[in-house]
């Protein structure tokens, strides 16, 4: 269970770890501040949070960097309890349904998640420190609950739930970011934890199309035609390499995607460009007129895929799946921008404008087509809201970065088909 033998309650919101003890109450202090602000966080900002001073902290934690790996390592702890009591129970009897054991486990993954935003956020970025210990639980994957969800998925193969053809590794990696994802409140927004993990799993596992339908008709549609003429034009927009504030924007592109933007500085970016920090100041003026510059850019590109996708004369199954295609397309092309967007959701409020994505709007225009859809009987899905629905189908849009590395845009493509829209399930003839 880790130091201190802490107990572990259970809630609506997740796990959470409570003796009682100021040491707990200074990391639950930390941990709600971290998720609301960010890394930039300070020890200061946690005294005060706490009614302490600075001071007082150094007789529980000797720096901020200790209160981080503390963080880390009860969320892991926690993660691997759900991976252990999944394992438990597929070892025993059970009545329940094959998607209910998957649910289930999924619900678990999500409530960690969502009880440990802070070291979720911090899961996602190399970060500032040197410490090798915090660099070590920072990298560290959550090789338990994949693992879990794994077997959980065999046992429903086994016995005929899911297709033969499934890729079972490709589908638990997918399910269990998926489920973590929760934990990013703009998807979840104010809706019960278990109802958007189940929703989450119904998706990936059922499907929303109610026919599903071939590859070849999908790749021949007018919404997939609009959505690669798009990301075609991506390809074709290179910055000068002559140019020196092109080369600051995408050196502070990866210097933010790889560090998170509020843990890197001008110096930061300077130093990764090769130039003087008062150069890069002439170049881009603020760090934060650097910031809008690329994510209004990479705003723009997206937007042009949504309105001539949504524009097509195509079914809503089509501009799904032609959306799906701007998406996976985005990340390979745009890695840096996604992770700096998924950040300022992480960091902001669900209703925050932001320069990039703009999340509400796209919401609109998601429950519109899914209504569509619903209308029409192209998309069957039990879900409790369409404003749930849309945010789950975004959510599930954010493909991982690590399957399209692994398996290319095509391939990811097929897989997104396979679940969202196809579903993996054995269907009854």
């Known amino acids: 269970m880790g130091r201190g033998q802490v107990t572990v309650q259970q809630g609506d919101g997740g796990r959470a770890y409570d003796d009682g003890t100021r040491r707990t109450e200074i990391l639950q202090t930390a941990a709600g501040l971290i998720a609301r602000s960010g890394l930039r966080t300070s020890l200061q900002e946690i005294a005060d949070a706490c009614g302490i001073l600075p001071g007082s902290l150094y007789h529980h934690f000797e720096s901020k960097e200790a209160i981080l790996v ?11 309890e759900v991976a252990v009591d999944a394992q438990e129970r597929l070892n025993g009897p059970d009545s329940r349904s094959a998607f209910d054991r998957i649910a289930e486990l999924g619900s678990a993954i999500a409530r ?50 899911l297709r033969a053809d499934v890729d079972l590794p490709v589908l638990a990696d997918r399910i269990c970011q998926s489920m973590l994802q929760v934990g990013l409140d703009v998807i979840r927004h104010n809706a019960p934890v278990e109802r958007v993990a189940t929703l989450l799993c119904r ?62 500085t001008v110096r930061d970016i300077a130093a990764a460009a090769g130039l003087g920090t008062g150069t890069v100041y002439r170049l881009i003026g603020s760090k934060e007129e650097l910031l809008i510059t690329i994510m209004r850019s990479f705003g723009e590109k997206i937007a042009v895929g949504w ?35 998924l950040a300022w959701m992480r960091q902001c409020p669900p209703d925050t404008p932001n320069p990039g994505w703009m999340f509400a709007k796209r919401v609109r225009q998601m429950k519109t087509l899914l209504a569509e859809g619903i209308r029409s009987g192209e998309i069957g899905i039990d879900s409790p809201s369409n404003e749930m629905l849309a945010r789950c189908v975004i959510g599930l849009g ?32």
């Open 70 to 80: 503390e963080l880390l390592r009860r969320y892991h702890a926690d993660l691997d």
């Open 112 to 161: 960690c998640a969502v009880a440990h935003r802070a070291a979720l956020q911090m899961s996602f970025y190399e970060g500032p420190s040197a410490n090798p210990e915090l660099i070590s639980m920072i990298r560290r994957q959550p090789t338990a609950i994949l693992e879990a969800m794994l077997q959980t998925l065999r046992a429903a193969k086994w016995g005929g739930y």
């Open 203 to 264: 998706i990936l596992l059922e499907g929303l199309a109610t026919d599903p339908p071939a590859d070849d008709e999908l790749d021949g549609s007018a919404a997939f035609r609009a959505a690669d003429g798009v990301v075609r034009t991506w390809s074709d927009a290179e910055d000068d390499p002559d140019d020196k504030a092109a080369r600051v924007r995408a050196v502070a592109r990866a210097e933010f995607g790889r560090r998170g933007y509020e843990s890197t």
């Open 307 to 341: 309105t001539d996708v949504l524009r097509s004369e195509s079914s809503a199954v089509e501009k799904l799946d032609a959306l799906s295609w701007l998406n996976t397309n985005a990340l390979d092309r745009f890695g840096d921008e996604f992770r700096i967007q």
């Open 398 to 429: 954010w493909f991982p970065e690590n399957i399209v590395r692994d398996l290319g845009t095509r391939a990811s493509q097929i897989h997104v088909r396979d679940t969202v829209l196809r579903g993996v399930v054995q269907r009854t003839a």
